[in-house]
């Protein structure tokens, strides 16, 4: 049986250290509360560790640390956004992503996506999907496909 790939122009946008990012939201499973996380030991330290939602164990990435900004408090805004993505070997990646603060669901329309500048970080480009602006804001697209197919292959 032939795979269905649905497309999809609506954005889960959310901020971290004041700057806006969007992900596609049917790769958002839910969002919920910064919750105890439980330390994995020789982890980076951006994988913040694992916890039990609802019977399942996930792990956790902390987004600001793994972009390496400074300012790591957290608040009553910063949650976890559960994400799923299958990995180009049709395996199903699921994990947390912390974030500061969870906005709003926007529709993007592909040809609003410019690609990511040529200056600049170079090893993030690759999960870089690209910008655009909303309502004179730039948003970050992030590509969690290849970010977290990266990401989990630093466990085996």
């Known amino acids: 049986?032939?795979?269905?790939?649905?497309?999809?122009?609506?954005?889960?946008?959310?901020?971290?250290?004041?700057?806006?990012?969007?992900?596609?939201?049917?790769?958002?499973?839910?969002?919920?509360?910064?919750?105890?996380?439980?330390?994995?030991?020789?982890?980076?330290?951006?994988?913040?560790?694992?916890?039990?939602?609802?019977?399942?164990?996930?792990?956790i990435i902390d987004l600001r640390e793994r972009f390496k900004f400074n300012d790591l408090k957290t608040d009553e805004h910063t949650c976890i956004i559960v994400v799923q993505i299958t990995a180009h070997d049709k395996t199903t990646i699921a994990c947390g992503?912390?974030?500061?603060?969870?906005?709003?669901?926007?529709?993007?329309?592909?040809?609003?996506?410019?690609?990511?500048?040529?200056?600049?970080?170079?090893?993030a480009a690759g999960y870089l999907k690209g910008v655009t602006t909303l309502r004179d804001q730039v948003r970050t697209i992030l590509d969690l496909g290849k970010l977290l197919s990266e990401e989990m292959s630093l466990k085996k």
């Open 97 to 123: 992503l912390i974030v500061d603060e969870v906005e709003e669901v926007l529709t993007i329309a592909d040809e609003a996506i410019q690609s990511m500048p040529e200056a600049g970080n170079h090893a």
């Open 1 to 59: 049986m032939p795979t269905i790939s649905i497309a999809t122009d609506k954005y889960l946008t959310f901020r971290l250290q004041n700057e806006g990012y969007a992900i596609d939201v049917m790769q958002v499973v839910e969002i919920i509360r910064l919750q105890k996380i439980t330390p994995v030991p020789h982890m980076p330290s951006h994988i913040k560790g694992v916890i039990n939602l609802r019977g399942r164990v996930i792990p």
